[in-house]
């Protein structure tokens, strides 16, 4: 039972040092921590498909192993104590055993423990909160610049056109991004990297039309910004991160109008040079906003 509930305790210490791992320097240089990442991806990609839930907008694949860890261990715990006193009783050591607390699954005892050890994993989660920034860029009417035009210039010229987004994106210090088709969500540190990031791509994309696409359309983009709380794992994809703040940076995009970055309010307040940036007089998600266009 002892090595039951030492083995339960390792197995929730396991599943929590990879949150750890987004704040050591280059950990994941290291091979036994890429093993490790990749373990805990596939047994947690397997609790999500049996169960997708989430808690507040968060994956809580990784929550729900724990807790069952900490409770398998806690049972062990009380049940080799359980039976210790009951063998101490029949040796004659002591006189009864004490009540310490086992109950069957479902009962009221082991409900309030596991509320207390999942209410106190939820405060752990809450720390690994971060103020983040997201930027959101699509094509405008991609689907008219492919018509008539020859396949293998199309390849070519989005492919050029990803290659030119992520160079301006890593330049400003993206942490992840995910791409669709003609689209991408790309999540910064700060609201000023984000931003800093949108506006670099409007100022290239004249150089861009101008000397590396091939086919008649321009490219033109818009651009949507958000920032807030959000709990960050570096080990989660950014296709698999979800939160209202990045679903507003997506909505933020698809009210933009073409070559402008629209920003919601809030983010706006954490930008520390805000110039250009003039009222769209709409508001989307609850959120009125702002909106910048190269001059």
């Known amino acids: 039972m002892r090595l039951l509930a030492i083995a339960a305790m390792l197995t929730a210490l396991f599943f929590l040092l990879p949150l750890g791992v987004p704040y050591l320097e280059n950990a994941e240089t290291y091979g036994y921590v890429r093993s490790l990442l990749a373990i805990d991806k596939e047994y947690t990609d397997f609790v999500r498909e049996l169960v997708p839930l989430k808690v507040s907008g968060h994956d809580a694949a990784r929550g729900i192993i724990v807790v069952l860890a900490f409770v398998v261990s806690r049972v062990f715990s009380r049940l080799r104590r359980h039976f210790a006193a009951k063998a101490n009783v029949y040796s004659g050591t002591t006189d009864a055993a004490p009540d310490d607390g086992i109950t069957i699954p479902g009962g009221v005892k082991s409900r309030a423990a596991l509320l207390e050890i999942m209410a106190e994993t939820k405060k752990r989660l809450e720390t690994m909160q971060r103020e983040l920034a997201f930027l959101s860029i699509d094509v405008v009417g991609s689907t008219d610049m492919k018509v008539g035009e020859d396949k293998t210039k199309i390849e070519v010229d989005f492919r050029e056109y990803k290659k030119f987004i992520d160079e301006e994106i890593a330049t400003n210090g993206a942490l992840t991004a995910a791409w669709t088709p003609d689209g991408v969500m790309i999540c910064f540190p700060t609201a000023d990297a984000a ?26 983009v818009r651009c949507g910004v958000n920032a807030g709380r959000v709990y960050y794992d570096r080990s989660i994809p950014m296709e698999q991160m979800s939160d209202h703040v990045i679903d507003v940076a997506g909505h933020m995009q698809k009210y933009a109008l073409p070559n402008t970055i629209a920003l919601a309010k809030p983010a706006l307040a954490l930008l520390t040079k805000r110039d250009g940036f003039k009222p769209a007089g709409k508001e989307v998600d609850g959120f009125e906003v702002y909106q910048w266009g190269k001059a």
């Not at 990031?197 to 321009?218: D, E, P, Y």
């Open 195 to 220: 931003v800093t990031a949108a506006q670099g791509v409007l100022a290239g994309l004249h150089g861009f039309n101008k000397s590396v696409k091939t086919i008649r359309g321009n490219f033109r």
